[in-house]
């Protein structure tokens, strides 16, 4: 059988791709909460897979092994919600100390633009026109915010009710499904096709599970480093550090975010702010240049515009989600293209 790269057409008149591609943007939005299912359901099912593998490996049915992985992974989910709720809880009734300090913030930032502004005014020719006073408080438009929120929460439906069934028969029918897959392309090309499927799942699978084990180990450091320098709730701040800490480029500064909000009724100087944002960022390069390159590897093999490109838009069509899956969307569209005669160049692009 011969092992040449899987011929695609792709000619055709410019408008056609260009309709094409927005058809398929278009789809992506529209559909937002279908696809964003779909797209964890499989970045999941390629993650568990190994497990189901290494029950068969010890004589247990496929279709058994993957109902046991996947209530262990709901299992482990629960667990860690117990664990979380009860300090989310406490966070949540001692909230009004935090909102008390940063509305004085925000009220002390005014008083100084508005001190500011006064002064440029004074110094500008002309008549300074009267300030405006505040608008009249409206209630709020809970009924716009419903709606507004509405999206939102039929996405979250979709991923919880339908992933766990989604996972459970991409597990057990792998087997299945890769056949009919490889019944779609031409006999020539099934070797390539093969090797593109089965270079997919590697990658995927150690992005994944390297990203998993460094979001942990960001976790447990972050959680005794708030916890030596005695900040309230160091295991649910240590925990959110840790993961928004794995967000690529911005992740460093947002990782800030939950022991700047703890640490308002404790710090009166800038100085432990200071400490604690550059503790965090050291955190962040090794993390990034240290452990993700050791655990990873080079499966992921996009440069730094194509990644930072990759999050902008993806991020701006799904949001958080969509910065979730903006890597493994466009490294499994690098893949294909290094495979694919006509898209050579695009993937080469990619990885530059």
Request: aromatic content about 10%; charged content about 15%; proline content about 7%.
């Amino acid at each position: 059988m011969p092992d040449s790269d899987i011929k695609v057409s792709v000619k055709g008149p410019v408008s056609q791709r260009i309709i094409a591609t927005a058809l398929v943007i278009g789809f992506c939005y529209w559909a937002a909460g279908v696809v964003m299912t779909l797209l964890v359901s499989v970045l999941l099912a390629y993650f568990l897979d190994p497990l189901v593998e290494l029950g068969e490996r010890f004589h247990l049915p496929r279709v058994l092994g993957s109902l046991l992985v996947v209530l262990l992974v709901i299992a482990l989910i629960a667990g860690m919600l117990y664990l979380v709720v009860d300090r989310v809880e406490a966070f949540a009734n001692d909230w009004p100390r935090y909102s008390a300090v940063l509305r004085k913030a925000a009220a002390d930032v005014e008083r100084r633009l508005e001190r500011v502004e006064s002064r440029v005014a004074e110094i500008t020719p002309g008549e300074r026109p009267p300030r405006p006073g505040p608008p009249p408080e409206e209630p709020r438009p809970i009924r716009s915010l419903l709606l507004r929120g509405l999206g939102s929460l039929y996405s979250i439906l979709l991923l919880v009710t339908f992933v766990p069934f989604l996972m459970f028969f991409m597990l057990a029918g792998k087997r299945d499904i890769w056949h009919v897959t490889m019944q779609l392309f031409p006999i020539g090309n099934r070797t390539r096709v093969k090797q593109v499927l089965d270079e997919i799942s590697t990658m995927m699978q150690s992005y994944i599970a390297g990203n998993a084990i460094v979001a942990v180990i960001l976790a447990v450091v972050s959680w005794a480093f708030f916890w030596m320098i005695h900040l309230d709730f160091p295991f649910l701040g240590g925990m959110v550090s840790g993961a928004l800490n794995l967000v690529p480029y911005i992740g460093a500064v947002l990782a800030w975010a939950p022991p700047m909000v703890l640490g308002l009724t404790k710090w009166k100087s800038l100085v432990p702010f200071l400490g604690v944002a550059g503790v965090l960022s050291f955190f962040h390069l090794i993390a990034v240049n240290v452990l993700v390159p050791a655990l990873v590897g080079r499966r992921v093999r996009l440069n730094a515009l194509a990644v930072t490109i990759a999050l902008l838009f993806w991020g701006w069509l799904w949001g958080g989600i969509g910065l979730i899956l903006a890597i493994p969307i466009t490294a499994t569209i690098k893949v294909i293209c290094d495979h694919v005669e006509n898209w050579k160049p695009a993937g080469r692009w990619l990885g530059a």
